[in-house]
């Protein structure tokens, strides 16, 4: 047991604790989920290299584009400041990107995660309007970017006009614009970590999902120290190819133009934003109605929000879902097409590939509220419902155990159900091929071992009982048994028997017979007799049950193994 | 608090991680673990690239051909 200070026991360290260093991670967790923290690294790295670039950035028309070159060129450092969040920008997106369709192939956005979902799209939403206003607006790919976006303005019906001109400051993007753009950029980051903060909060509700999909309360371990190095390889992943751009292509991401003053006479023959808004881009450009490509934008995010509530599966993870796993595939193609697509010209034949993936793009989405449903219906139809439907036995509750007498008479020769608890009794020459097959069988899987309990009734002549507590991980009912080993004389190999269905036996657990007990039934034992206790007793209590005396010895397991 | 305490293995900085097998089965049947994983998912491998690369192979099509429409 690691020893903890009492820091942190206080009120503010005590959160932080319980968030971030004891805080119960289910232990199946991927390196798909070391996007999260990767994301919140990206976010400080580009705060930090803002705020220092912002001390030598001018936001003036005139005297924008050479402050830049005077932080290339006379700032010590200023050329890695500028190049680290020019391509940290970059590198926020697809860290953002990857953890956004990680969620979406392991149905992370299902309920009750619904509330993390939507924060998550709003500070997409931030990031998004942050990366376009700190865009620079005197480049002449920047300037006319942003005089194409902000123009989109006018779409809207009466007040359009009115709201890009307030935009611009003026008649066109120019000093005014600048200054109003920049200085939400600097405000922006802070309101992102805000949000982000909320949607760990409401992460941390309800905890976070798994590669199954599965509710994983039976087995978490601490975020501290296991995910903490495991998302410690991801930063060390991520520094290194952070570092192959900004150190040998700073400047594969941009767009040389951006090398150009702005100049209002001349436009571009291509405008194309940075590579991470293309998707939206294009999907912009493949209606040729102005109004009509905004209200397309709309509802990408509308899209994005809704998804939690329009989905029907009661499957999480696509894992276990086989068309929704061949549509995900399907729209990361489309995205990647839709990105493509908008770095191409206005022309045949991109314009209706465009018009194409842009459709795709929505009908994965249109088709969620059915697609659930269908992969219900298909299963309930499927050969291996029909042949569950035979094993019908195992399927049902009440006859679950009805079952599993039938179908092992040798091995049980009681049962005993109580309200809370479903008890097997065996005898000890059965004992390992019963859990043995509890463990593996198909329609049993009771894989996890909760304790052993040992009872020591005195009176009797065959005084002990040890009784193993079984748990499954899974939605069908019963998931709970205990197995009780009765009328034993000597208990000294169960113990082996339970290591090694534990998967923990190790060579060091023969010297355990060897140790020293202090408890005092373990030397009643001794003194009459009977051979060596076979475990270290964790907790002993007494009791009487119908008259009769019983002493309780919990054991758990304290297993030693090598990493 | 975590599921087991796990003594971590001491490490020797005399010898290098190889021969301490510091991660060992990390590399183990490494070829076998990939071909597998690639055998599991060629399905959606192709979900994934026959639409990108087939747009991209019919719009090089499209424009070789439009380049030599004036032939005909």
New interface residues.
Partial sequence: ??RRLSILKQPIFSTLNNHLI?Y?TP?NLSYWWSFGSLAGLCLVIQIITGVFLAMHYTPHVDLAFLSVEHIMRDVKGGWLLRYMHANGASMFFIVVYLHIFRGLYYGSYASPRELVWCLGVVILLLMIVTAFIGYGKLRQMSFWGATVITSLASAIPVVGDTIVTWLWGGFSVDNATLNRFFSPHYLLPFIIAGAAILHLAALHQYGSNNPLGINSSV????FYP?FYVKDLVGWVAFAIFFSIFVFYAPNVLGHPDNYIPANPMSTPAHIVPEWYFLPVYAILRSISNKSGGVAAIGLVFVSLFALPFINTSYVRSSSFRLIH??LF??L???C??LG?IGC?PVE???VT?GQI?SVGFFFYFAITPILGKLEARLIQNSNVCEDLKKKRRFVDNQSFFKSLIATLPKWIHQFQKSKHENILYTNPDYLFQLLWFLKYHTNTRFQVLIDICGVDHPSRKRRFEVVYNLLRATAKSPNKVLICAKQMRRCRSLQRDGHDLSN?YTARDTQRDELPMENIACRERESQGIANPWAIPNRVFETQLNGEKKLFIFFF??????? | ?????????EVSYSLSPIHQHAMRGLLKDFSYKSGKRIFDNW???L??????YG??W??EH??EV?KLHHRD
């Fill in positions: 047991m690691v004891d119960p232990s087995d978490k371990i601490a296991y796993q061949k595939w399907l990361l193609a489309d990647l097409l493509w191409q045949a034949p991109y590939i993936a923990r397991f304290i297993c030693e193994r090598e990493v | 608090m975590g599921k087991t305490p796990v003594r971590l293995k399905v959606s491998a979900f994934l690239l026959v639409p990108v747009s991209y019919y719009s499209y424009r439009e």
